[in-house]
């Protein structure tokens, strides 16, 4: 089975400075992975994807993240962020040869932007 | 489109008292889940349904929690009876049928036992 592990429970970072959140994953057998962010009294919603082609997937508000094969890894950067990037952000992956469409989540790393 | 919508967003019962959630997916979606949300155990897969066939119930945690989908555009979650432990957010999703595809996440349902 899967597993994701997100290293940090809480990041604090201050306004305009740059961030990683941090994600492995188990598996290294072909993978789908995913970065889902959560506001405040809301579910969660898609940030990006990576299924397949370019390693470097990016986001409309200026989040990347690289998946790298050979350390499992999918980690989330921004290179300045905003007060409005509070939230808590969550790695996902899925095993597309498995058959299965469930996403396996991890558990969440929280982003608090200090103005 | 309207989204995956929950109901009730917020409820407050007794303990012992019968507890039923909602969901409609996303029109034309395949995939609806269920998770749960809370803070020590974190996002919690409960049950995942395909085409209204129950597919993975492992992750219900007992007798008292279930889940019906009698159509593709509703689902329930009943707990019978509530424990004040059962307290947590409750979020059903759904997607449509291929890997790799988003799974879009309803607002939840904000659910206390005392």
């Known amino acids: 089975a899967q597993s994701v592990t997100q290293l940090d429970s809480q990041v604090p970072v201050f306004e305009e400075a740059p961030v990683e959140l941090r994600c492995n994953y188990s598996?290294?057998?072909?993978?789908?992975l995913f970065w889902y962010v959560q506001y405040p009294n809301q579910g969660l919603q898609l940030l990006l994807k990576?299924?397949?082609?370019?390693?470097l997937v990016e986001s409309i508000n200026g989040f990347e993240a690289e998946f790298n094969k050979s350390q499992t890894s999918f980690h989330l950067r921004k290179p300045s962020v905003h007060i409005s990037d509070t939230a808590e952000y969550f790695c996902a992956v899925s095993d597309p040869g498995a058959g299965s469409y469930q996403l396996t989540f991890g558990k969440g790393t929280k982003l608090s932007v200090i103005p | 489109d309207a989204g995956v919508i929950q109901s009730p967003r917020h409820e407050v019962t007794e303990m012992g008292q019968e507890v039923t959630l909602r969901c409609k997916p996303i029109?034309?979606?395949?995939?609806l889940f269920w998770y749960r949300q809370t803070m020590m155990r974190g996002l919690e897969l409960l049950i995942y349904?395909?085409?209204?066939?129950?597919?993975?119930d492992s992750g219900m945690p007992e007798d008292r929690f279930s889940a019906k989908m009698p159509n593709a555009s509703f689902s329930t979650l009943k707990i019978q009876p509530s424990e004040p432990r059962d307290s947590a957010v409750y979020f059903c999703?759904?997607?449509?049928?291929?890997?790799?595809?988003?799974?879009?996440f309803g607002e939840g349902s904000w659910l206390t036992v005392v």
């Open positions: 029109s034309g979606h395949n995939s």
């Open positions: 999703a759904s997607s449509p049928d291929a890997p790799g595809n988003t799974i879009y």
């Open positions: 990576y299924l397949s082609g370019s390693t």
């Open positions: 349904f395909n085409n209204n066939v129950p597919i993975d």
């Open positions: 598996s290294s057998v072909s993978v789908y």
